[in-house]
């Protein structure tokens, strides 16, 4: 009877070990995720264009001013010429989660609804923080 005790409790032991193994994989991997692997899709520093640049070409810092001035002009212009297609875009991005949610049942449209939405957020933060007057990514 002992010894049956002593395997239950090894074998409630190890299993406890086991799933703490797990919870901790779990824990580890959506941290270092979250470091690493989220800075992939992260933008680069508004200043990315003209740090290369000033450190590839050695410029002085009166060259650093002027190359500033004309990043920030040229992001200004493609702005300008872009902003007119957003309601095309807008319509064709709204045209097609349309037709995706023709193609979902009943407990995935609450799901992708959800998902658009971070999506449209994300999207408005990126849009956000491009809109910021500067050198070019």
Known sequence: ????????????LVTAVFLLGILLGVVGNHLWGE????????????????????????LT???????N??????QAKWRTLYSP????????REDSHDQMRKILTPEQLPKFDA?????????KRDAQKSAIPGPAR
């Open 1 to 12: 009877m002992a010894t049956t005790r002593a395997r239950g409790e090894a074998a409630a």
């Open 35 to 58: 470091s690493v692997w989220g800075m992939r899709g992260a933008p680069p520093p508004v200043n990315h264009l003209s740090v290369e640049l000033t450190q590839e070409l050695q």
């Open 61 to 67: 810092p009166d060259q650093q001013k002027q190359l």
């Open 69 to 74: 001035v004309i990043i920030a002009d040229t």
């Open 85 to 92: 297609l957003e309601p095309q875009r807008t319509a064709i």
């Open 115 to 123: 998902f658009m939405q971070r999506l449209d957020e994300q999207r």
